[in-house]
């Protein structure tokens, strides 16, 4: 009996050494909740921006990255689904729409479980087509016309094909990058029959509860460009994906669920599949069944932090048993073998070899984890011996922060400038109308027709609201830019637009104003608006860049902004802590420096055809760092006021912006910078030295870099 009681306390312990172990790693319901929120902010913004530019589809994340369920030492990509909104899924007759492209879910002879054909149905009739609509529908053997499944795959490889760019492919995802799985699918709003049975059998851990499955019921499903691994027909095939279900009741579970989820993750990744050495592998989608399995079986008294070895060893063994079976259940739809195409026989038999070991041992290569240091860190806690090399839990939290703050706001930067990009053929008063119009009629009603989650409809009106106190800026800029070239007086819904975008981020439409302030020749005016700039730009505000050139998933902030964003706020890319770039359209010219004109036309002979398809929009803007073009303003609002003093101070600012290493740091635009300071040494009379830097400048970025235009000025006049 002692023998019996002393193992359940080297259980109770181990769990909370284990707890431990993976809040250092940032597995807390507070990091949790920043990575959710982060990755449904940019799911939002995401789906209202080609809302604005007229795209009929709604974007979902799904994975670790939105649940929360990940570490930094997993590497975890991020899965995005886009929805087509056009196409309207019939589960049957009833649900044919006149006018829509109808596709009804066949479930054919061939089809195994969890797979349909979809039949090409008339807009204006409930009847199939009599003829192939376009290449991707086609006549099967039947005679019938079904929607191929591979038309988001030919239009992403010839795409790839045309920009130059890699192009990535695994099941039904296709993208351009390797750490982005992207997937096209369709809506329906009902769910096959294959799911029914989930709603109806016994619990006896009472989850979900019935609000929760009712909810779930209302979700609907997904239908996938993914045919059966062994089927004939593959390519008529579309996979079921209750992926909006799954979401939602990972997001129902607590910090201890998600704790035993990391845990079989991270025994996944550094201990099972090396050990399978390549002949199959466990998913994260096995252990995310293992874990809502056991999560409706297991009373919640198991559901302790005492005892997460119990549940993290509870789940194995449900593998095991599944290994011994043949058969991995689908936790929602019925008769779906989760082995198939992942494991064969022999292949599973090396599987429940090494879940024996782990069992058995009762979790011991726990110890062997290298990923994020678990096995160190374990070890750490049993031991109490300090392990010099671990990094810290304050650090490794501020990692992760750091990471969610540049990825958030560099993507609400991309998204902006996908929508600033429709203005690039029209004139300057068009622009006004265009963004006006968006700022007075962005709507919602698509996205949230489509969302049956209603808990992020906050998140698409957060996102509108932001989106047009961000154009407001460039509406006002515009607006005065025509004001001025015209010689007319600047109107008070000008200085609205402005004053409603002042706080879209620290300083940047500040900068904006103070730029037209100094254009308009109200210099008094510009100096004190600069001065409010400079005292908000202290060291804790962290440069963003939405240009392409900040490496969301790879770039890291400063330690004193990540220390800053570690007070307990769930929304870390909150935009009151960072300065994003300053952008001047071409029609903003007139509000803009005169020497930035020259930015907006880098473009040397072929350097057009040279541009990253990333820069192929924002180069025909001028666009500067913040914290440089502060320095250049206030260098020629002084000089024109005639304070020589704070001129120089500027100059020797402007100068350590460029040199400075951590300075260096905040730079997205250097080239810009550099071409910024050489035309204050131009002010001072020092040619040669101005020449040099545009040299330099022009050696690190050769093309598409208005320093060759400033050589060529230069030089001609020698």
């Avoid at 589960?91 to 969890?114: A, F, I, Y």
């Avoid at 799911?195 to 019935?210: L, M």
Wanted: charged share 20%; with cysteine; hydrophobic share 40%.
């Amino acid at each position: 009996m002692a023998v019996y009681a002393s193992g359940w306390l080297f259980y109770d312990v181990m769990s909370l050494r284990l707890i431990a172990a993976l809040e250092d790693l940032g597995v807390t319901k507070l990091m949790v909740g920043r990575r959710r929120h982060t990755f449904l902010m940019e799911e939002s913004a995401h789906s209202v921006t080609a809302q604005i530019c007229g795209e009929k589809i709604v974007f979902y994340h799904f994975g670790s990255m939105t649940e929360g369920t990940t570490t930094p030492g997993m590497g975890s990509d991020i899965d995005t689904l886009g929805c087509d909104d056009r196409v309207n899924i019939m589960l049957g007759w009833p649900d044919w729409k006149r006018g829509r492209h109808n596709l009804l879910m066949v479930k054919h002879e061939t089809c195994s479980p969890q797979h349909y054909r979809l039949l090409e149905i008339r807009s204006d009739l409930p009847r199939p087509v009599s003829h192939p609509i376009d290449m991707f529908s086609v006549i099967g053997e039947d005679g019938m016309i079904y929607r191929n499944n591979k038309e988001s795959e030919d239009l992403m490889r010839r795409f790839a094909a045309e920009i130059n760019y890699p192009y990535y492919h695994a099941g039904p995802s296709h993208s351009l990058h390797e750490m982005y799985d992207i997937v096209h699918a369709y809506r329906c709003r009902k769910l096959p029959t294959e799911c029914e049975s989930w709603f109806t059998r016994p619990r006896p851990g009472k989850w979900p509860t019935p609000e929760m499955l009712q909810a779930a019921r209302e979700l609907g499903c997904f239908l996938v460009p993914d045919g059966h691994c062994d089927s004939e027909f593959s390519s008529l095939e579309w996979r079921v994906s209750p992926s909006l279900i799954e979401r939602h009741l990972m997001f129902s579970m607590e910090i201890i669920h998600i704790q035993c989820y990391v845990t079989l993750k991270l025994l996944k990744k550094d201990i099972v599949n090396p050990h399978l050495n390549g002949n199959g592998k466990l998913t994260s989608f096995h252990c995310k069944t293992a874990l809502l399995f056991a999560r409706e079986q297991l009373l919640p008294d198991m559901w302790t932090a005492d005892r997460l070895f119990d549940s993290v060893l509870y789940c194995l063994n449900l593998i095991r048993d599944w290994t011994i079976n043949g058969h991995s259940p689908h936790y929602i739809m019925d008769d779906v073998n989760l082995f198939d195409g992942k494991l064969n026989s022999e292949q599973r038999t090396s599987l429940r070899s090494i879940l024996d070991i782990i069992i058995y041992t009762h979790l011991a290569p726990l110890a062997s984890v290298k990923a994020d240091d678990l096995g160190e860190r374990l070890l750490h806690n049993v031991y109490t011996v300090a392990i010099w090399n671990m990094t810290s839990r304050r650090a490794v939290h501020q990692h992760v922060v750091g990471f969610l703050s540049v990825y958030g706001n560099a993507r609400r930067m991309f998204y902006l400038r996908i929508i600033l990009g429709d203005t690039a053929d029209k004139t300057p008063d068009e622009v006004c109308l265009y963004l006006h119009t968006l700022i007075t009629e962005i709507p919602l009603h698509q996205i949230h027709r489509h969302r049956s989650e209603h808990a992020l409809y906050k998140l698409d009106a957060e996102n509108r609201d932001y989106i047009i106190s961000y154009l407001k800026q460039h509406l006002a800029s515009t607006a005065a830019s025509i004001c001025l070239q015209h010689g007319m007086q600047i109107g008070s819904r000008i200085w609205s637009w402005y004053s409603a975008a002042i706080d879209t981020d620290v300083v940047s439409t500040r900068l904006k104003l103070a730029s037209m302030l100094y254009c308009k020749g109200d210099l008094q005016m510009t100096a004190k608006v600069m001065e409010d700039v400079e005292h908000r730009y202290d060291n804790a505000v962290e440069a963003m860049c939405g240009c392409g050139r900040i490496e969301a998933l790879k770039t890291k902030p400063r330690e004193s902004f990540a220390e800053l964003m570690n007070e307990g706020d769930t929304d870390v890319a909150s935009t009151n802590n960072v300065a994003y770039c300053v952008r001047f359209l071409r029609k903003e010219a007139y509000c803009a420096p005169p020497f930035l004109h020259y930015e907006m036309v880098r473009a040397v002979g072929d350097d057009i055809q040279h541009r990253h398809v990333t820069e192929s929009i924002w180069m025909n803007w001028a666009v500067v760092d913040a914290r440089p073009f502060l320095h250049y303003l206030q260098y020629l609002t002084f000089g024109d006021l005639g304070v020589r003093h704070r001129q120089i101070q500027a100059f020797q600012s402007l100068k350590d912006s460029i040199v400075d290493g951590v300075r260096q740091h905040q730079l997205f635009h250097p080239e810009t910078a550099a071409n910024l300071f050489a035309h204050c040494l131009e002010m001072e009379g020092r040619i040669e030295d101005a020449l040099n830097i545009y040299i330099s400048s022009q050696t690190d970025f050769p093309r598409n870099n208005a320093a060759n235009w400033h050589i060529l000025r230069l030089t001609s006049d020698l």
